[in-house]
């Protein structure tokens, strides 16, 4: 194969040019992007690295949310310059990374990083005189560490409105793959060959789905084809990865929207097979749940409020636990340790899908317990869970699970009244439940005292968190 060398000005390595297109170039009176709108900082690096004789752009989501009238969340800068070098221009910039390096240049609290430009590993070629292939025999990249030119940064990164280049200096945007006229149609396409580009990185499913929601554009119809045939690739991404982009994709504020699109696309049943399951089987409860869920979380985040993922992935998995409770009560468990012993096996079997850390796993399984809890109000116990600090996630919960058309005979009610009750009425709410007969908390010997009477529901009775 005819190799051709290229060096690039102060380019930090030589390597073998594959690709080598010229961009559509849009001058400042061509787009609506003005030096002004972006953060000095990041401005200001990029003419730095510039003036030291270095290539440097901003790029990325920052350029592209600009296009759109949407505040980006960072600002990155793409570069000629290795990390050292560019940690050679400022004082305030640190390497971060040990695979692929990174350098995070700070400024108070705003952090910029700047990254140096990479190219895509070769498919086939070049590979010969190393041991160690770059991708698995699916195709899927597994390093991903070779600098290269400009043109090639453009043509490895996924989405054509990700590829754009906007130089503040001259105020003008570099455009190698047609993104300005997608971002004006509202589209998402995938550079190169949508079916191959998955298979590189399978991830790419997940990010088309999360910018599809978040900017409301469609996905072009050659990359959303091969999606739910590759969707069972997403198996493969290491646990700890997916755990991040799951947030990102549920804690971006446009959740229900992304919730459908992964389940329309067949991508939410290898994120979390055991919903993916209840919602087969259990559909209207399933999906109106963990939908009620998504769309508070967005609501929250639309209002600044704050959201807990562990609270999202108690609803997200809520669903699948009553086959898991009823199976065990089957083999003679007594309901609450057969609850306790199915939130484990939930938990753990999520976790090997999606790395769930321990500091969210345990607050998940008190928000569950504290549904076994809420109905035993009797004596003092609706006061102590009252001062439990799991309290208010406990009742939001209970609440979600009413609106999801779970039958708990007005208990979400009550606690909404009880809490906003003086000591007297409280006390009077307790004794009217004693006199009732209700459920006060006496446990299973109560219980099998009015064996006769309507059977109350709990978290560990399965059939209410069925909502059958
Ligand atoms: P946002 O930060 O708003 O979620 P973003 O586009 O900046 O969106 P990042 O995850 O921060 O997304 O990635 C920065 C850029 O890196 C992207 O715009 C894209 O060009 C490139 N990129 C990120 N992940 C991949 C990937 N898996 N494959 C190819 N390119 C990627
Ligand atoms: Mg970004």
């Known amino acids: 194969m005819l190799k051709k060398l290229f060096q690039s000005f102060r380019s930090p390595l030589r390597r073998t040019q594959h690709k080598r297109s010229t961009p559509e170039v849009l001058n400042s009176s061509q787009h609506s992007l003005q030096r002004a709108q ?112 400009l043109e090639e ?21 570099l455009d190698y793959a047609n993104g300005v006229h997608d971002i004006r149609n509202n589209l998402l396409r995938l550079i190169g060959d949508p079916a191959q580009r998955y298979q590189e990185d399978p991830v790419r499913m997940l990010r088309a789905v999360r910018f599809a929601a978040k900017l409301n554009f ?71 749940l963990i939908s009620e869920a998504l769309i508070n979380t967005d609501l929250r985040i639309k209002q600044n409020k704050p959201v ?22 089957d083999r003679g468990m007594p309901a609450i340790p057969a609850m306790q012993e199915a939130a484990h096996e939930l938990i753990a079997e999520q976790c090997q899908r999606i790395a769930i850390p321990k500091r969210f796993t345990m607050p998940i399984r008190e928000i569950w317990d504290m549904q076994e809890r809420l109905p035993r109000r009797s004596g003092k116990r609706a006061d102590l869970l009252l001062d439990n600090p799991r309290f208010r996630a406990g009742y939001d919960f209970l609440l979600l699970r009413e609106s999801a058309g779970e039958q708990t005979d007005g208990l979400g009610e009550w606690w909404t009244d009880y809490q906003d009750a003086n000591d007297s009425q409280r006390r009077e709410m307790i004794k009217e439940l004693s006199s009732k007969g209700e459920a006060t908390g006496d446990g299973p010997k109560k219980r099998r005292r009015s064996s006769g009477s309507k059977r109350k529901r709990s978290a560990g009775d399965a059939s209410s968190a069925s909502g059958e």
């Open 218 to 288: 469609g996905i072009e119809k050659h990359t959303a084809a091969p999606i739910r045939d590759l969707a069972p690739m997403l198996r493969e991404i290491p646990s700890a990865r997916l755990f991040e982009e799951v947030l990102k994709l549920f804690l971006s504020g446009y959740a229900a929207d992304t919730f459908e699109m992964l389940v329309d696309l067949q991508l939410f049943d290898p994120l979390f097979p055991a919903s993916a399951e209840a919602l087969e089987h259990n559909p209207t409860y399933t999906h109106t």
């Open 153 to 173: 940064d453009a043509q490895r990164r996924d989405f054509t409105i990700n590829a754009l280049y906007y130089d503040p200096v001259s105020e003008r945007i």
């Open 308 to 329: 807990t993922p562990a609270f999202l992935f108690a609803a997200l998995l809520w669903p699948a636990l009553p086959k898991r409770v009823m199976r065990l009560q």
């Open 38 to 149: 972006f953060s000095r900082y990041a401005v200001n690096i990029v003419e730095r690295l510039q003036n030291a004789g270095y290539q440097a752009y901003l790029v990325g989501g920052c350029v592209r949310d600009m296009l759109l009238n949407i505040t980006p969340k960072d600002f990155d800068v793409a570069t000629s310059a290795t990390p050292e070098q560019v940690r050679a221009e400022f004082r305030n910039a640190r390497i971060i990374g040990r695979r692929f390096k990174l350098v995070h240049i700070h400024f108070g609290r705003e952090i910029i990083e700047v990254a140096t430009f990479r190219a895509n590993h070769p498919q086939n070629d070049e590979e010969e005189d190393t041991n160690q292939s770059s991708r698995n025999e699916s195709g899927r990249i597994l390093r991903d560490n070779v600098y290269g030119t």
